[in-house]
């Protein structure tokens, strides 16, 4: 069964290089992103992690933790991260799940339920573990993106769209194209002209079903 947004993620229970926890727990009241890769020590998933460990005063500053995910066990993470922080020159603090069982990429529906990892397996029988999910703080999963193998992901659109998932939920709004920070943001269809106007004051109206407003603070 296809893991879909809004639904709640499973709460399994996962080994990483960090401990054993509940995903749920681990959570707590933060958002969350799972980046999941093929195999360790390939190298586009190794610039990859090198970003995300760049990134982490801007995770800190969106109460957001972030979480990897790879087929491999803890002690080969652990020495995956060496690689990891001589490319990206900064620490790489967040845990990274050893999923050599496949438990979560195939609750997370990134394989199908009759995958298996075979003796000497390379990066191709994973193909598919190439994933984002950003998870919100009431555990339900938010949004969802997924790579081929030879596309690196760009994090600058990760922290767009976290910024527009935590905007919306917070402000009762959406985003359009191509949305920032500090862009004008659109005004639910739900909300009539006379709750717009007490809610966001002023707005412009593009079109009858299109109008677009500035947030305050």
Request: glycine share 8%; aromatic share 8%; hydrophobic share 40%.
């Amino acid at each position: 069964m296809s893991l879909r947004i809004n639904d709640t993620i499973p709460n399994l229970t996962v080994e990483t290089d960090k401990g054993t926890f509940d995903l749920h727990d681990w959570i707590g009241d933060s958002w969350a992103i799972l980046f999941s890769h093929p195999k360790d020590f390939t190298p586009v998933c190794t610039t990859e992690f090198g970003a995300v460990a760049q990134l982490a005063d801007e995770w800190a500053k969106r109460g957001t933790k972030v979480i990897g995910v790879s087929v491999d066990g803890v002690e080969d993470h652990k020495n995956w991260k060496n690689d990891i922080e001589k490319v990206g020159g900064a620490p790489a603090g967040f845990p990274i799940i050893a999923d050599d069982g496949l438990a979560v990429s195939k609750a997370f529906d990134m394989l199908p339920a009759e995958a298996y990892l075979p003796d000497g397996r390379t990066p191709n029988d994973s193909a598919t573990v190439r994933s984002v999910f950003i998870i919100g703080p009431d555990k339900q999963l938010k949004l969802s993106m997924t790579y081929p193998m030879n596309v690196g992901r760009n994090f600058a659109e990760v922290l767009r769209a976290l910024d527009g998932l935590q905007t919306a939920a917070s402000r009762g709004v959406a985003t359009p194209a191509n949305w920032n920070v500090g862009d004008d943001v659109v005004i639910p269809a739900t909300v009539n002209d006379e709750d717009a106007k007490a809610k966001f004051g002023s707005f412009t109206t593009v079109l009858p079903y299109l109008r677009m407003t500035k947030l305050e603070g």
